[in-house]
T-cell receptor
Framework: RKEVEQDPGPFNVPEGATVAFNCTYS??????FFWYRQDCRKEPKLLMSVYSSGNEDGRFTAQLNRASQYISLLIRDSKLSDSATYLCVVNMNGDFNKFYFGSGTKLNVKP | NAGVTQTPKFQVLKTGQSMTLQCAQDMNHEYMSWYRQDPGMGLRLIHYSVGAGITDQGEVPNGYNVSRSTTEDFPLRLLSAAPSQTSVYFC????????????FGPGTRLLVL
């Protein structure tokens, strides 16, 4: 079983749509959670950290469900520029120096 | 600030050759790491360092060596390249701590024939 699992997609949505991704993780000792964005053939960049209480940044909302061991990302009012691959990242075994990346969920926002 | 820089951008090697991928950061970050990314897979941690003189293994360390003689630089050495090491390699740095943002370099695309 993979440590971090994501639906690879692609999710094809029209501009203005709301889209949600989930990511499940296998290690209950994980304590740090992140969503990164990766554009084609580019380096990953942090989109947002995920806190226990959930957090929001503009059109983006991240939630953590420790009981079911998943994190989610909600994007409202999708823009063409949101088209990218979204990577879920979790630290390994509670170790703050080691991180597992999911294989990513691809989002295509269409005009 | 240049952030995290990596050289070279592209490299072709023959099986058995050795080479060093360079990584440097100018943000005074103690933590640096190397990942590889293969098609359809997430980034996998190769090695990491929490400061000069301190390195440790990640998820896929075999076939790679690292050293950290300065805070700024964290080179990755391929001792004897194999086709299975064909990948995109990313270097990253961050402040020490569990919730800090990792900043990635632009990557090195390596093809081993």
């Amino acid at each position: 079983r993979k440590e971090v699992e994501q639906d690879p997609g692609p999710f094809n949505v029209p501009e203005g749509a709301t889209v949600a991704f989930n990511c499940t993780y296998s290690n209950s000792a994980s304590q740090s959670f992140f969503w990164y964005r990766q554009d084609c053939r580019k380096e990953p960049k942090l989109l947002m950290s995920v806190y226990s209480s959930g957090n929001e940044d503009g059109r983006f909302t991240a939630q953590l469900n420790r009981a079911s061991q998943y994190i989610s990302l909600l994007i409202r009012d999708s823009k063409l520029s949101d088209s990218a691959t979204y990577l879920c990242v979790v630290n390994m075994n509670g170790d703050f120096n080691k991180f597992y990346f999911g294989s990513g969920t691809k989002l295509n926002v269409k005009p | 600030n240049a952030g995290v820089t990596q050289t070279p951008k592209f490299q072709v090697l023959k099986t058995g050759q050795s080479m060093t991928l360079q990584c440097a950061q100018d943000m005074n970050h103690e933590y640096m790491s190397w990942y590889r990314q293969d098609p359809g897979m997430g980034l996998r941690l190769i090695h990491y360092s929490v400061g000069a003189g301190i390195t440790d293994q990640g998820e896929v360390p075999n076939g790679y060596n690292v050293s950290r003689s300065t805070t700024e630089d964290f080179p990755l050495r391929l001792l004897s390249a194999a086709p299975s090491q064909t990948s995109v390699y990313f270097c990253a740095s961050k402040d020490v701590g569990g919730t800090e943002t990792q900043y990635f370099g632009p990557g090195t695309r390596l093809l081993v024939l």
